[in-house]
């Protein structure tokens, strides 16, 4: 039963000539799947229709072929042939009784036009933000008239699409009338450049188009970035982001507000707080009369309340909560707030658009495969029989696996040889900035401790005779990772350091707490965000740190997470010494500890560290020991009435959290269920 204090968050939002059922608005979010994989999309935003959310918007959607992003997968409606792809998705909103939004997008200097070859135009001639060596030319008059002419015809097709709201897009730096609003890439001396009322003119254009032609059947939406935070260089809500607000208050049916670029706006949690975006916002209300829509990565409920009584906002937007929980809005609506999956603000979300693959997320497993695997966030497949099952390793893929067991109804026995259940993330959420990541163990857990038909065992290591005198039926090995500290991985393809030398360390014995002095060398060949974030600790100490890393950049791969830029300057600002484009080749005992040679990945001169410590952080063997003492004594599984033994998650194959948790939920649903190895284990989109 939904308590009384959240009643506010189901009242209906009157949004020019539609209505919204209730305050849960699903902002446009890119997905890795567009127009590539229509029904995978439709399927995913139905999804969230059906979880309560009351506005479901696209991803950004092309309106011509002269400003195309491939090779990313987004979408697309250059002309009536695209409608009945983009006629699934409005059609699988509208079916749970949620209105359908559509970002129309002219990307300018953001694309390169790559699929086209069109040469990209702009206010004013730049090169494109991509690193590709093409440049963006001016727009003359006929070129702002074309782009005026296409949004308009674009938004006809996605009335007759059936969407509810048509989206003019100016934020994250990316659509052209952003480009038009910003000195910073505006600089005509005509009509559309010089004085703000000038540089508003084509958004103004734009909304009055939209308005004059679906106006009375589509609420229209601008979407508009109202800070750049590159202060005084780019538009900041203080002066211009709010002028442009007043000078067009009551314009559009709705304001969706948010900052610039991508990267800002959506912040991991390891460099910002929910609800981070609210001072950029706070003004808007007093603007304008028309509603107001932001974001800041809310998962409390009590938070909504607040920005919603405060008078900060009409709506909720959400992305990355939304994909973390579809049925969020379902369960506040239920009084079940123990059930919702609060979104950890990894950003692994975004890694699923940056690489053209449909998205997956951390804390919600189905996200991507709802079409073409079947899998309902909230459903599963009760148990197809009374075998038992032993789960041993409570890190994230046999919480996932125990949790997802025990909804489907089978008796689950889970053991760990540690105290605490968590896995990696005992230690990893106690790292700067990561302790949302510990809610992938609080809900599983929370979720366990409820079932009757789990049984959980901390402390309890096993042995493979353990494991036969325990008779499972099935038994899943779930033991996890564990870091090399030889050196070996990428880099170096055999290892680099005598592992037991003085003064090395591995990241599991840092992460445990043991004393290092310094200064201290960490190397990292792995790329993601582990390395870093020792880095930033130890630092943080007050402890000579240097990060030495082959790659050209700081903690290189999490460019995919949007947070490589602030890595990076946030070592800087400790005082970190980096040295990138630089391999270890030598360590040799010396005066102080240790002597490191450093040579730059495309050689050249070599250099020497004199460290008292030094954490290779390079690759991850499985702890798979268990697994294949047990494989090695398989004529004695029917004795003890085992059918089944699997490894899954790390101690399979070393990956991301996301992946371990994703191996335990699929090992869940595939458990009981016939799999045949020769066939494609999904369904898939035929263009």
């Known amino acids: 039963m939904r308590n009384p204090r959240y009643d506010i968050l189901f009242e209906p939002v009157r949004i020019g000539p539609v209505t919204a059922p209730n305050r849960f608005y699903q902002v446009p979010h890119c997905n890795g799947m567009g127009h590539v994989y229509p029904q995978t999309l439709a399927r995913m935003r139905g999804i969230k229709a059906e979880g309560g959310w009351g506005v479901i918007c696209t991803e950004e959607v092309e309106i011509s072929p002269l400003s195309e992003i491939a090779p990313h997968h987004e979408g697309r409606l250059w002309d009536k042939r695209d409608i009945p792809a983009l006629r699934l998705m409005t059609d699988a909103c509208h079916e749970h009784g949620a209105l359908a939004g559509i970002e129309l997008m002219f990307n300018g200097y953001a694309t390169p036009n790559r699929y086209s070859r069109e040469p990209p135009i702009a206010p ?57 609003l910003s000195r910073r890439t505006n600089r005509r001396s005509d009509e559309y450049g010089g004085s703000l009322e000038n540089r508003a003119r084509l958004l103004r254009e734009l909304i009055e188009d939209t308005k004059d032609a679906v106006g009375d059947r589509c609420a229209v939406v601008v979407r508009l970035a109202v800070d750049q935070l590159l202060g005084p260089d780019g538009i900041t809500a203080e002066s211009e982001g709010h002028d442009v607000i007043a000078m067009l208050a009551e314009l559009p049916d709705l304001w969706d507000v948010n900052i610039a670029d991508w990267s800002n ?181 929370q979720q366990i401790q409820r079932m009757s038909n789990v049984q959980m065992l901390r402390g309890s290591p096993v042995s493979a005779e353990d494991v036969l005198a325990f008779a499972a039926s099935a038994v899943f090995i779930a033991t996890g990772s564990r870091w090399r500290s030889d050196g070996l991985g990428r880099t170096h393809r055999a290892p680099l350091l005598d592992p037991g030398m003085r003064g090395v360390f591995s990241p599991e014995r840092a992460l445990a707490g043991e004393v290092l002095t310094g200064p201290l060398l960490i190397y990292d060949d792995d790329h993601y965000y582990l390395a870093g974030a020792l880095a930033e600790r130890y630092a943080g100490k007050g402890i000579e740190v240097h990060y030495v890393t082959p790659a050209a950049k700081v903690s290189e791969w999490t460019e995919q997470t949007m947070e490589q830029s602030r890595i990076h300057s946030r070592l800087l600002e400790l005082g970190v010494q980096i040295h990138c484009q630089r391999r270890v080749t030598t360590v040799l005992p010396g005066a102080g500890g240790l002597s490191v040679g450093l040579t730059c990945v495309y050689g050249g001169v070599a250099r020497t560290l004199e460290v008292a410590s030094l954490m290779p952080v390079t690759m991850r063997d499985s702890v798979d020991a268990l697994y294949r003492e047990l494989l090695a004594a398989e004529s004695r599984w029917a004795d003890s009435g085992i059918e089944t033994v699997q490894a899954i998650g790390d101690a399979w194959a070393p990956s991301t959290v996301a992946a371990a948790v994703y191996a335990g939920h699929r090992a869940a649903r595939e458990f009981d269920q016939p799999v045949d190895a020769d066939q494609v284990p999904f369904k898939r989109e035929w263009v």
Not at 141 to 168: E, Q, S, T
Not at 313 to 339: N, T, V, Y
């Open 124 to 180: 004013s001639p730049l090169p494109v933000s991509a690193m590709d060596p093409i440049q963006a030319r001016q727009a003359s008059k006929r070129d702002i008239a074309n782009v005026r002419r296409w949004h308009r015809a674009a938004a006809l097709r996605a009335r007759d699409a059936g969407f509810d709201l048509i989206y003019v897009y100016a934020g994250h730096d990316l659509g052209m009338p952003m480009h038009f």
């Open 265 to 445: 706006d959506s912040q991991t949690a390891r460099f910002s707080e929910e609800g981070y975006q609210e001072r950029y916002i706070a003004q808007v209300k007093g603007l304008t009369s028309k509603p107001v829509v932001g974001v800041g990565r809310y998962t409390s409920p009590d938070a909504m309340v607040r920005v919603i009584k405060s008078g900060l906002m009409d709506l909720i937007g959400a992305a990355r909560p939304s994909i973390a929980d579809p049925f969020l809005p379902r369960k506040i609506e239920q009084g079940r707030l123990e059930d919702i999956r609060e979104c950890i603000g990894c950003n692994i979300c975004v890694t699923g658009d940056n690489q053209c693959v449909p998205i997956r997320c951390t804390q919600n497993p189905t996200m991507g495969e709802e079409w073409r695997r079947d899998w309902h966030p909230e459903r599963i497949a009760a148990r197809a029989s009374d075998r038992s099952v032993l789960v041993v390793g409570a890190g994230p893929a046999g919480l996932e696996l125990t949790r997802a067991l025990g909804q489907r109804g089978y008796e689950v026995t889970l053991c760990d040889a540690q105290e605490q259940f968590g896995g990696r993330l005992i230690q990893e959420s106690r790292l700067p900035g990561l302790a949302s990541w510990h809610r992938v163990v609080d809900y599983r857990l």
